[in-house]
């Protein structure tokens, strides 16, 4: 007998309706193909279901039995097809009369017809939704998770019986409810705030001006100066996700296989820092299975690349495409991936190899020649995408401990917040969003400066030859400077602010 399940496929952050096609044979020897580009995981179901079946007293495998996943020409990943195939099994073996139509099924099976919860529910939500379906039937442990989206009833379940029970039981019962709000807002809370750092007004000020207008941010600065603990802030700083980001968010940290219960849902902007020992396939993404990487997963928050100069050169050549594009496609055998990489760079390093040029306790140990050869790393194509550049001076622990706190997150986050309320308005009818992501037009239209401004900038552009990027960099921070200032205009003094963060290596 012959019968159709639907299920989804994961396709980067969104997924595609599988139809699972079960055929059992009254004629013929035992045998239990599999049909339909199923990869490793999708293949080994064969095995689990029929464990998990024998063990529930389900024993369909005296017959010949064909399983097709169409569309038939895309690849099939992911242990998630254990529960439609299983359901197929029963409905093709005559237990169950039918399987309606509005239902969609994921979910791996354990030996003994265990549920347990899968990578990706959160985009197969998305496209059951998106496709019709009403109900999507999943693991009691991605129940929450699939519940994020609204306009689908979701029906978690710990065991196979159960669902068979739910099925010849009209699909009855109360669907999954979920607070999404409340979860997102609970999940919103950082434990650290701005007011830890003491002292620092200029990487403290330029943090503020990298999160008003989403600039990347350089900090150069001896070890134990504050610049971690200052990066680590800065999603402090940015408004709070809008559901719209949350789910996003989440939705790759669903791929990725971090949403474990409502309480990983991401409410808080992501911090990902990966050690500059950190392959390409870490970064970007990757692997067999096509994993989104640390940008993707720092999407609407911030990457932070600590030791900047210690990274692998081919490896920070890689960001080039995710920080112009904010997506990222990572190609693997047959097909391509894509995954949002739309995060705020934020790298740090020590001033010279040893760590303690200009430091007003410890004495630099390195050679003239050892502190230009790093210096000379600090040019280059990704330093160039980076619109400010900081230095950080050490604070001794003496002075520390007299100073007052730093001013809290929520006052720096409310200038933030109207700052963007001030892009919104700008950029009302086109996708740049922010003063950083400015076209060469919008650059024209929007960043008018008075004659005496414009003189102060030419001039020292001409001083420090900069490149045309450079000086168009900064007219979109002095932009930026202006919106913190509610200044239609920008003014000379918002240019000189905007001048005194390029000029490290300049
Ligand atoms: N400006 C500061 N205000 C408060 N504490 C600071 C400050 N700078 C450094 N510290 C202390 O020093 C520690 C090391 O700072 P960290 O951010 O790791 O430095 P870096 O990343 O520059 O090496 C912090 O955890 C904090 O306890
Ligand atoms: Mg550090
Ligand atoms: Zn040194």
Excluded: W
């Excluded at 689990?48 to 007293?57: D, S």
Aim: charged fraction near 25%; hydrophobic fraction near 40%.
């Amino acid at each position: 007998m012959f019968s159709k399940v639907f299920s989804a496929l994961v396709n980067g952050i969104d997924a595609d309706i599988v139809e699972v096609e079960t055929d059992i044979s009254s004629v013929g020897l035992p045998s239990f193909s599999m049909v339909g580009l199923a990869e490793t995981a999708v293949r080994e179901s064969r095995d689990r279901v029929k464990a998990a079946m024998k063990n529930i007293g389900i024993n369909i495998f005296s017959h010949p039995i064909t399983i097709n996943l169409a569309p038939a020409d895309i690849k099939k990943e992911g242990t998630h097809f254990d529960l439609p195939i299983a359901i197929g099994l029963v409905c093709s073996g005559g237990m169950l009369k039918d399987v309606p139509k509005d239902c969609l099924f994921a979910g791996e099976l354990s030996l003994d017809g265990g549920l347990r919860g899968v990578t990706g529910i959160l985009p197969i939500a998305a496209g059951a939704k998106k496709a019709g379906f009403s109900k999507l039937i999943v693991p009691s442990d991605n129940a929450d998770e699939a519940a994020v989206i609204d306009g689908i009833d979701v029906f978690g379940f710990d065991d196979f019986s159960s669902v068979l029970k739910f099925i010849t039981d009209g699909c009855a019962g109360a669907a999954h409810v979920l607070d999404r709000e409340k979860i997102f807002n609970n999940n919103s809370i950082y434990g650290v705030d701005f007011s830890d750092v003491k002292g620092q007004f200029a990487a403290r000020r330029c943090a503020e001006i990298a999160a008003a207008g989403m600039h990347n941010l350089f900090m150069l600065g001896s070890p134990g100066s504050g610049k971690t603990m200052i990066a680590r802030r800065i999603p402090t700083i940015m408004p709070a996700m809008t559901l719209e980001e949350a789910i996003e968010t989440t939705k790759i940290h669903s791929v990725a296989g971090l949403i474990r219960s409502g309480r990983d849902l991401a409410g808080s902007r992501p911090f990902l820092a990966p050690h500059h020992t950190s392959s390409n396939i870490a970064l970007i993404g990757g692997t067999s299975k096509a994993t989104p990487g640390q940008v993707s997963m720092a999407s609407n928050g911030v990457l932070f690349l600590d030791e900047f100069l210690e990274f692998n050169r081919s490896v920070l050549e890689t960001l080039r495409q995710p920080l112009e594009d904010r997506h990222v496609t990572i190609a693997r055998a047959g097909r391509t991936v894509t995954y949002p990489a739309n995060f705020m760079l934020v790298a740090a390093a020590n001033p010279c190899p040893c760590g303690y040029l200009g430091d007003k306790q410890r004495e630099c140990k390195c050679t003239a020649s050892q502190i230009q050869k790093y210096r000379g790393r600090l040019s280059g194509p990704l330093m160039d995408r980076i619109d400010l550049h900081v230095e950080v001076a050490s604070v001794d622990i003496s002075e520390l401990s007299a100073m007052n706190d730093g001013e809290s997150s929520d006052a720096v986050r409310s200038r933030v917040v109207k700052a963007h309320e001030i892009q919104k308005k700008r950029f009302h009818s086109s996708k740049t969003g922010y003063n950083s992501r400015m076209t060469e037009k919008e650059v024209k239209k929007f960043c008018v400066t008075d004659a005496a401004s414009l003189k102060i900038l030419e001039t020292a552009a001409r001083k420090y030859s900069m490149s045309a990027r450079a000086y168009t960099k900064i007219l979109k921070t002095s932009r930026t400077i202006a919106d913190l200032d509610s200044s239609d205009e920008i003014r000379s003094k918002h240019i000189l602010e905007a001048l005194q963060y390029r000029l490290i290596q300049e």
